[in-house]
């Protein structure tokens, strides 16, 4: 079992900057890929960006190319994602996931645990 408690969500105005943090506890988290995704209301979840399991290599949906990082410290159980430039459209509840497949995926189906999600709500 792992156990992920995001944090970091909140209100900021359009370009702004938050930093959002996936906390993980449970077995070693370095043996799982990690995603964020988010989910407006009335929409489907969405990927938003993914890691490797030793941070090597990542992905990101072509809405954030650039303007988000995603990134990750193994020793301290944790996955950040920086996100700079904000939208309106970036507004949504964002989820931290791991996936115990070898390769990061953008497919919600992919991903073993899930987190309660934080908010991120980004004004005009």
């Known amino acids: 079992q792992v156990q992920l408690v995001e944090s970091g969500g909140g209100l900021v105005q359009a370009g702004g900057s938050l930093r959002l943090s996936c906390a993980a506890s449970g077995r070693t988290f370095s043996r799982y890929a990690s995603g964020w995704f988010r989910q407006a209301p009335g929409k489907e979840r969405e990927f938003v960006a993914a890691?490797?399991?030793?941070?090597?290599?990542?992905d990101y949906a072509d809405s954030v190319k650039g303007r988000f990082t995603i990134s990750r410290d193994n020793g301290k159980n944790t996955v950040y994602l920086q996100m700079n430039s904000l939208k309106p459209e970036d507004t949504a509840v964002y989820y931290c996931?791991?996936?115990?497949?070898?390769?990061?995926?953008?497919?919600?189906?992919?991903?073993?645990?899930w987190g309660q999600g934080t908010q991120v709500t980004v004004s005009s």
């Open positions: 996931a791991a996936s115990s497949l070898f390769y990061y995926s953008r497919s919600t189906t992919s991903y073993d645990y």
């Open positions: 890691i490797g399991r030793s941070g090597g290599s990542t």
